[in-house]
């Protein structure tokens, strides 16, 4: 059932009772914080019934004793992104906004999310992914690509456990960080170009953004720590082909893996022209800083409108 495309006006929404999902366990905790008092703000705004969950263990005794009709899921990482929520939501008959459990779940796991990119012709960088940092230290002189290589678990989001490995040395302390972190180790080649982002909304490519960084690369810090110095450009200044081939890489990796609602593809275009995909991100951050708000603002949606919109969309996809 699909809230909004099945019949429901707008006010028939607003009768029904908004839980707004955010903070949750995982390691980007903090940052689902600020996006859920983003979201919660902005659909309250324009007269929505919302109540507040911080995301626990006793999450389905809180749905339950709140009446919650729909979710708007505000939720990054781990037991969020990855299809845990969404899976109880379908158990318990509660349509929610975003990706179903399928597409959060392969969208989450980088290896498995390059595997079908790869089956579907979508360019993405060369990669290994290993079971364990004793598994990468041993293949470290044997890697099918030459150094510097990207370590990086290939279960957490927002660049928790990324690493730019110049050297043999840096990657070993890579690895060993990496390793901390949820799922398979993914080491790939390192692939120097320009950093954009790609954002899709409804199975619509929105645009693309530029990101310069003040430092190596988009990492947590340059994300989301204040005065990082990160600059944002809305369009991207790329050349129209260019501009428009990020457009259809970013559509494509959110059509291969069925996501629904916003996505925002990172991506990489290289000084030669040539267009990388590095993951997908199928519940993207809706922070002052985040990306995708910053796209749609530049097509002409504000935030509230957006919030509203993906709320619209909200589905049960099982």
């Known amino acids: 059932m699909t809230l909004g ?14 839980g707004v999902l955010y903070g949750g366990l995982s390691s980007e905790r903090e940052v689902s914080l600020r996006t859920g008092a983003a979201v919660a703000g ?36 781990r037991f969020g992104e990855d299809g ?25 796991d980088k290896v498995y999310a390059k595997e079908i990119f790869v089956s579907r012709g979508i360019p993405t960088p060369p990669y290994r992914a290993f079971p364990s940092a004793e598994a990468a230290l041993a293949q470290a002189d044997r890697l099918p690509f030459p150094f510097p290589v990207v370590v990086k678990p290939s279960r957490e989001g927002s660049s928790v456990g990324v690493h ?25 080649q390192f692939i120097k ?13 929105l645009g693309v953004i530029e990101v310069k960084a003040a430092r190596e690369f988009y990492d947590y810090e340059a994300k989301y720590k204040a005065g990082s110095g ?22 494509a ?15 990489i275009v290289t000084e030669a022209g040539d267009v990388f995909l590095l993951e997908i ?16 603002a530049g097509r002409g949606i504000d935030f509230p409108a957006l919030c509203e919109r993906l709320l619209r969309g909200a589905s049960l996809k099982a």
């Open 42 to 77: 902005a659909l309250r705004g324009l007269g929505y019934d919302v109540v507040d969950i911080d995301v626990g263990k006793d999450l389905p005794a809180r749905l339950i004793a709140e009446k919650v009709d729909v979710a708007w899921l505000a939720l990054h990482g």
């Open 164 to 188: 730019i490995c110049k050297t043999r040395e840096d990657y070993a302390a890579a690895v060993e960080d990496a390793a901390k972190h949820a799922g398979t180790l993914l080491v790939e």
């Open 193 to 205: 170009g320009r950093e954009v982002q790609g954002g899709v909304l409804d199975n619509e490519a």
């Open 253 to 267: 990796a959110h059509v291969a893996l069925g996501c629904s609602g916003g996505s925002r593809s990172d991506v």
């Open 84 to 108: 845990c929520i969404q899976g109880l939501l379908e158990a318990m008959f509660i349509p929610y906004t975003g990706s179903g459990v399928m597409a959060s779940a392969v969208g989450m």
């Open 281 to 296: 991100n199928t519940l993207p951050g809706m922070t002052a800083s985040s990306l995708l708000p910053k796209i749609a």
């Open 230 to 251: 990160t600059q944002y450009l809305f369009p991207a200044p790329l050349p129209p082909d260019l501009y428009a081939r990020v457009n259809e890489v970013s559509l």
């Open 5 to 18: 495309s099945r019949g429901f006006t707008p006010e028939e929404l607003k009768a029904k009772r908004v």
